[in-house]
T-cell receptor, first 114, second 114 residues
Framework: DAGITQSPRHKVTETGTPVTLRCHQT?????MYWYRQDPGHGLRLIHY???????DKGEVSDGYSVSRSKTEDFLLTLESATSSQTSVYFC?????????????FGPGTRLTVT | AQSVTQPDIHITVSEGASLELRCNYS??????LFWYVQSPGQGLQLLLK??????LVQGIKGFEAEFKRSQSSFNLRKPSVHWSDAAEYFC????????????FGSGTRLSIRP
């Protein structure tokens, strides 16, 4: 158990509204990631963070922003949600500082944009 | 560019039968390779990983995988499947020195026939 929680676990929102998803970890890992999972696409990286206030884009970052003001929290924001952002969102952490590149995942947030 | 291909979208095997899930990757150097499993409604769990050394790696739940450089493959095997193995399986590849570059395949859904 990597001590990762995500909130909320489920959310339904309307097109055009802002949405923020939270990822919280308890083990002070430096690297954190946000993915989205859609049928037929596996997991695709949205944004990642390699430290407090240090973030970078992944392969599907358009329409998303992130913030990391504390080691333990990594926030994903949809500034103006669209139906194409209906998906399951997973947060992950990496033990990369231990020279170990595998990632450990949270339970996911199911987001529906109507 | 890195890529991961899982050619089988859905596989059905009988309980007690052997299993092999295929994974091919495209990457110029020796990659870091992973298999993850996702049960319905759950997050992803790491089954096993390959970084270097012995090309046959053992994982949790009785799974193993073999790295074959000549075939750019990292197939997952289990000698005898159980009904609880029904899930979706993801192969993934990471590039040394890059925190962001874990690429996931699109997944193989495994069903178990009683």
């Amino acid at each position: 158990d990597a001590g990762i929680t995500q909130s909320p676990r489920h959310k339904v929102t309307e097109t055009g509204t802002p949405v923020t998803l939270r990822c919280h970890q308890t083990e002070n890992h430096r690297y954190m990631y946000w993915y989205r999972q859609d049928p037929g696409h596996g997991l695709r990286l949205i944004h990642y963070s390699y430290g407090v206030k240090d973030t970078d884009k992944g392969e599907v970052s358009d329409g998303y922003s992130v913030s990391r003001s504390k080691t333990e929290d990594f926030l994903l924001t949809l500034e103006s949600a669209t139906s194409s952002q209906t998906s399951v969102y997973f947060c992950a952490i990496s033990y990369r500082e231990l020279s170990s590149y595998e990632q450990y995942f949270g339970p996911g947030t199911r987001l529906t944009v109507t | 560019a890195q890529s991961v291909t899982q050619p089988d979208i859905h596989i059905t095997v009988s309980e007690g039968a052997s299993l092999e899930l295929r994974c091919n990757y495209s990457y110029g150097a020796t990659p870091y390779l992973f298999w993850y499993v996702q049960s319905p409604g759950q997050g992803l769990q790491l089954l096993l990983k390959y970084f270097s050394g012995d090309t046959l790696v053992q994982g949790i739940k009785g799974f193993e995988a073999e790295f074959k450089r000549s075939q750019s493959s990292f197939n997952l095997r289990k000698p005898s499947v159980h009904w609880s193995d029904a899930a979706e399986y993801f192969c993934a590849v990471a590039r040394y020195s890059s925190a962001s570059k874990i690429i996931f395949g699109s997944g193989t859904r495994l069903s178990i026939r009683p």
